[in-house]
């Protein structure tokens, strides 16, 4: 959904102070981001964190959304709150596959140079692959990638992709970012050039990295023809209302913002506001403990949360309430029917019967035992921070205790086992088996570490979930996806709460842009109305 807010003067804010500097309006740095009208050919955008981490066995540009890397194929919009398709990038056509999806061909684009100006071949979609799916280098996409058995080059401009188990889903696994197979190496990826001097095939290349700026120019040698925006410039501000006001200030041309800075914009003539659907979801985790063990008490946590609150509370309304990972976004493979109802008084009578009762005090406790369990949240998340006290409060009323903590990812992770915490996803959701079969599935050794760490499951959703993701056919695909979600309803593994919106301001401009993306959980100014930056034309 794209927006324009009117602004009552052309510089509202005459001064704002940012990082301890006064930037005025009359600033000339202000003016630096191209001065040809509304056309500009630089553009400065401000992001919570400095662009670090560019190889792509960290996670980074695997769904195909990157200034720097391409994948065989990248998402196409289909529609604002449905995943997109998919269209060859790097591919010379949509890849082909045997009769049970085992093996897919893909043929490859010839006369494609990275940006160091060697050539792009299948050496370098094997390579990709090959460290991709290896765990002894470090790599954090492993979970997404083991499926595949072996990336055969049949010829420099062919390979073929050979599957442990059918995989009809095979598309969104072909976005991968590929580089130079001369530096992937065999090394640790956390040991590689790639993470601080990336090199793809795409539309722009990293420049330099100066201070807290990242500076990328464009590829005038890109195989989809040269972009007309020849420079982006990424600035880190950390905080939330510094990026908003930025903006509002005419300082930089855009930012990514949280929801709770979208009303501050209100008002301003000159202002874009880009809001996307997403995939990128929260929820709570359910941990390997005492109080989750029996199923009635993890149904019962389901129905007791009152979704909707998160929306109009912690969400400001920039979010849809979801059920579970299989949500709307998936078509027909959502079945609307399974959804978890608000249900406070069934959620109390499943409580009693797994022997959760209230005290004298209204707590509840089993065997003399209180219900407690700590819910943790990144500290310099103010979103997840908002969801864990707004949840705290709503299991409070049942008698459940839901004691809140802040922390960071690095010391949560060790403890993730032990106790809940406020979780998002939905870094690759472009077909339901990668946003959903390890949060499902029990746990095996390529399972992510925060997906389902309670290891709560069956057979019979990990038989169901393996006969889904072999089915070619997508209608019987389909009702199999909704044999899950039954099973879930019955057995959930996980608490589902609100896929997020995400919310995007920058100053108005002429350009023609790509429609707007559903996005993954992975986004900033790289996506909304800049993910396809090459693509903008007069």
């Not at 919570?48 to 540009?61: I, L, M, N, Q, S």
Request: charged content about 25%.
């Amino acid at each position: 959904m794209r927006t324009k807010l009117r602004r009552g003067a052309a510089c509202a804010l005459t001064s704002v102070m940012i990082g301890g500097a006064l930037v005025a309006c009359g600033d000339p740095s202000r003016q630096a981001s191209g001065g040809e009208g509304q056309y500009p050919t630089r553009l400065v955008l401000a992001d919570r964190k400095a662009g670090d981490g560019f190889h792509p066995a960290t996670g980074y540009a695997q769904t195909g959304v990157s200034p720097i890397y391409d994948g065989l194929l990248r998402p196409e919009p289909s529609s604002s709150d449905k995943v997109p398709n998919f269209v060859p990038a790097l591919a010379a056509e949509m890849p082909k596959h045997n009769a049970d999806s085992t093996k897919w061909t893909v043929k490859l684009k010839e006369g494609v140079k990275f940006s160091d100006g060697s050539d792009f071949d299948a050496e370098d979609v094997k390579a990709s692959y090959d460290v991709a799916k290896d765990i002894s280098v470090g790599s954090e996409v492993v979970s997404r990638y083991d499926i595949i058995d072996e990336v055969q080059i049949q010829d420099p401009h062919t390979v073929v992709f050979k599957l442990r188990s059918p995989l009809a889903e095979m598309l969104s696994r072909l976005t991968y970012a590929i580089a130079p197979s001369e530096m992937l190496g065999k090394g640790a990826i956390t040991q590689s050039k790639l993470n601080t001097e990336p090199v793809g095939t795409g539309a722009y290349h990293l420049k330099e990295r100066r201070g807290d700026e990242t500076i990328f120019e464009a590829n005038d040698n890109y195989f989809d023809g040269a972009p007309e925006v020849k420079e982006l410039v990424v600035t880190t501000a950390a905080d939330d209302t510094a990026r908003a006001q930025r903006v509002a200030a005419g300082e930089i041309d855009g930012a990514a913002i949280p929801p709770s800075q979208l009303k501050g914009l209100e008002g301003k003539d000159g202002i874009s506001v880009d809001v996307t659907k997403t995939a990128d979801w929260r929820g709570i985790s359910f941990p390997e403990t005492p109080e989750f063990a029996d199923p009635k008490v993890r149904l019962a946590l389901n129905l007791a949360a009152d979704r909707q609150a998160f929306i109009d509370g912690p969400l400001a309304g920039q979010g849809t309430p979801i059920s579970g990972l299989l949500s709307s976004i998936y078509g027909d493979a959502h079945d609307p029917s399974l959804d978890f109802q608000h249900d406070v008084a069934k959620a109390e009578k499943l409580l009693d019967e797994a022997g959760w009762k209230k005290n004298s005090q209204g707590v509840r406790e089993k065997d003399g035992k209180p219900f407690h369990v700590d819910l943790y949240y990144a500290g310099n998340d103010t979103l997840r921070r908002d969801i864990a006290i707004e949840f705290a409060s709503q299991m409070k009323k049942l008698g459940l205790e839901f004691e809140t903590k802040s922390s960071t990812w690095h010391d949560i992770e060790p403890k993730v086992h032990d106790v809940s915490v406020v979780l998002g996803g939905g870094s690759a959701p472009y077909d339901a088996t990668v946003m959903a079969y390890e949060y499902l599935h029990t746990r095996t050794p390529a399972t992510g570490k925060w997906a389902n760490p309670g290891n709560y499951g069956s057979k019979k959703m990990d038989d169901l979930l393996d006969e889904t993701r072999s089915e070619n056919d997508e209608a019987k695909r389909n009702q199999l996806w909704r044999k899950i979600q039954a099973e879930h309803a019955e057995n959930p593994s996980m608490l589902a709460l609100a896929n997020v919106n995400h919310i995007y301001v920058s100053k108005e401009n002429s350009w023609k842009k790509p429609n707007l993306l559903l996005e993954p959980h992975i986004h900033g100014v790289t996506w909304g109305p800049w993910w396809r930056l090459a693509a903008w034309k007069k």
